[in-house]
């Protein structure tokens, strides 16, 4: 934890939202980096019910997937599970779950807004995106593997509300909250390729958690269609 102004602690609290579908080391890796990188107390990783992004292809239940994510942040206490977009009815918008976490961590918490930069050159399209900024810090990181055009900039649709800070390394909002650009030395895993692994009938060890490996053939996921939906 780190001190405010007044000498009070305050806990900084990264979320980390996605399908999750399936959870996987590099989702992990990534997270791990992240939480060490930027003096993190801790990751909650946040499943998304139902995706509004991604309303194009089925999506794996949210049990299983919930309950994925449970088993593999199982052994790190640096890392929680929360069910609060997949215990809401409807489209999970990030602007509805800044908002509760707020309301329900207070003043002694900081909240880090975790996600990737292909998402984040998409934020003109989430639901009140320029409303975002001004309820957590943001970190937006990059995946492995060659270096992509536009990386560290801010995309067209932000750029007014921001300046940035050559100290902090950082850009600052006018709310007063940070963005931060990282690169990652996370793995390179893809879960579509996982599924499309099951599907074939290959092995996925050792790109997911055992635990979460075993879940996959127990309940039959990524071979047909019964547990997923449109």
Do not use: Q
């Not at 996987?24 to 990751?43: C, M, N, Q, S, T």
């Not at 800044?98 to 900081?110: F, T």
């Not at 099951?198 to 790109?207: K, P």
């Amino acid at each position: 934890m780190v001190t405010d102004r007044s000498g009070s602690e305050v806990e900084r609290i990264g979320i980390l939202g996605g399908t999750f579908d399936p959870v996987h080391y590099g989702h992990l890796r990534a997270a791990e980096e992240v939480r060490e990188r930027f003096f993190l107390d801790k990751i909650i990783f946040m499943p998304a019910a139902l995706p509004p992004h991604k309303r194009d292809r089925k999506v794996t239940d949210k049990e299983h997937r919930l309950e994925m994510v449970r088993k593999a942040v199982a052994g790190n206490p640096a890392f929680e599970v929360s069910d609060l977009e997949c215990s809401r009815e409807g489209a999970s918008y990030s602007i509805e779950t800044l908002k509760i976490l707020k309301e329900g961590r207070g003043a002694g918490s900081e909240i880090y807004f975790i996600l990737g930069s292909d998402a984040f050159s998409l934020i003109h399209t989430w639901r009140s995106y320029e409303d975002l900024f001004s309820m957590a810090h943001w970190i937006v990181v990059e995946r492995p593997g060659p270096g992509k055009k536009g990386f560290g900039t801010l995309p067209e649709s932000v750029r007014g509300s921001f300046r940035y800070n050559h100290g902090l390394k950082a850009w600052i909002h006018r709310s007063g909250h940070t963005l931060r650009f990282c690169k990652l030395n996370a793995l390179n895993i893809s879960a579509s390729e996982i599924r499309k692994l099951v599907e074939s009938g290959r092995s996925i060890r050792y790109l997911v958690p055992e635990e979460v490996r075993l879940y996959i053939e127990t309940h039959g996921l990524y071979k047909g269609d019964s547990t997923r939906r449109e």
